[in-house]
T-cell receptor, first 115, second 109 residues
Framework: DAMVIQNPRYQVTQFGKPVTLSCSQTLNHNVMYWYQQKSSQAPKLLFH???????NEADTPDNFQSRRPNTSFCFLDIRSPGLGDAAMYLC??????????????FGPGTRLTVT | GQNIDQPTEMTATEGAIVQINCTYQTSGFNGLFWYQQHAGEAPTFLSYNVLDGLEEKGRFSSFLSRSKGYSYLLLKELQMKDSASYLC??????????WGAGTKLIIKP
């Protein structure tokens, strides 16, 4: 089945220790997104890629970086995690152009704990 | 600023009908989405409205009034598995998706 896969599902890291979260998709969608979601809050868009074009949200901290080496894979790097970065990180994909109405397909998420 | 308002929590009885409201103030409008999110899981797409009126999909229906900046999600014949958060999201004039915080729906037997 075509899907969005995130690894790992649960990640524990230490304060200040870099961590990388990964996302892959078999949907062949050209748009990929990274969201941060904290408990009972709306998903917060961190980045999106339309094909290889990278778009950084204005309020995304510099501590967060992203890479998309090819259509199928996307990575989220947190250079120096703080306690406030503990959250669920969601990867999503969609088809078509940025201005198309197509819905987003989400991966299962990676729950990040910072100790 | 841009804003999506939804009730924080609602409770309903198994077998009943529930309506979850969403009001929005955004810079432009290019469609409204409803997603379902079970606790600890990712959101899954439920419905999309871009024109005024009602869209029906089985037990779930979604309504939109663009002039009022208002939508609702109607769930019929509630089942225990419908216990989840329901998120309203609007695409603004820049085609950016603005998300609400979600409405937690609790179903009681």
């Amino acid at each position: 089945d075509a899907m969005v896969i995130q690894n790992p599902r649960y990640q524990v890291t230490q304060f200040g220790k870099p961590v990388t979260l990964s996302c892959s998709q078999t949907l062949n969608h050209n748009v990929m997104y990274w969201y941060q979601q904290k408990s009972s809050q709306a998903p917060k868009l961190l980045f999106h890629y339309y094909d290889k074009d990278f778009n950084n949200e204005a309020d995304t901290p510099d501590n967060f970086q992203s890479r998309r080496p090819n259509t199928s894979f996307c990575f989220l790097d947190i250079r120096s995690p703080g306690l406030g970065d503990a959250a669920m990180y969601l990867c999503a994909t969609s088809r078509g152009s940025w201005d198309s109405p197509s819905e987003q397909y989400f991966g299962p998420g990676t729950r990040l704990t910072v100790t | 600023g841009q804003n999506i308002d939804q009730p924080t929590e609602m409770t309903a009885t198994e077998g009943a009908i529930v309506q979850i409201n969403c009001t929005y103030q955004t810079s432009g409008f290019n469609g409204l989405f409803w997603y379902q999110q079970h606790a600890g899981e990712a959101p899954t797409f439920l419905s999309y409205n871009v024109l005024d009126g009602l869209e029906e999909k089985g037990r779930f229906s979604s309504f939109l009034s663009r002039s009022k900046g208002y939508s609702y999600l109607l769930l019929k014949e509630l089942q225990m598995k419908d216990s989840a958060s329901y998120l309203c999201a609007v695409k603004d004039s820049n085609y950016q998706l603005i998300w609400g915080a979600g409405t937690k729906l609790i179903i009681k037997p």
